[in-house]
Nanobody
């Protein structure tokens, strides 16, 4: 069993930046970030393979968000720049997808961290 713990969320003004971190308690393979707002389904944001040779992004964040990982620290990061009010959500880290990394079907999930972007 792998535990995932997110950190780095908070309140930021539109146009600002935040960096989310997700620390894993054990080895993981492909890892992803999803987000969710009340009443909506969990939405794919970004994912990265174990080696970091492939990354995936939702169209809505492409060019603004960057996913990276440090396997020595068992940590994946999500650098979020040029934040918009529509980026406001609870952000979840996930590890080891069952199918394609863009689907919210993973073995492990974190508890989520709130990101609020004020306009």
């Amino acid at each position: 069993q792998v535990q995932l713990v997110e950190s780095g969320g908070g309140l930021v003004q539109a146009g600002g930046s935040l960096r989310l971190s997700c620390a894993a308690s054990g080895r993981t393979y492909t890892m992803g970030w999803f987000r969710q707002t009340p009443g909506k389904e969990r939405e794919f944001v970004a994912a990265i393979t174990w080696s970091g040779d492939r990354s995936y992004y939702a169209d809505s964040v492409k060019g603004r968000f960057t996913i990276s990982r440090d396997n020595a620290k068992k940590t994946v990061y999500l650098q979020m720049n040029s934040l918009k009010s529509e980026d406001t959500a609870v952000y979840y880290c996930a590890a080891d997808p069952h199918y394609t990394p863009t689907m919210p079907s993973y073995d492990y999930w974190g508890q989520g961290t709130q990101v609020t972007v004020s306009s």
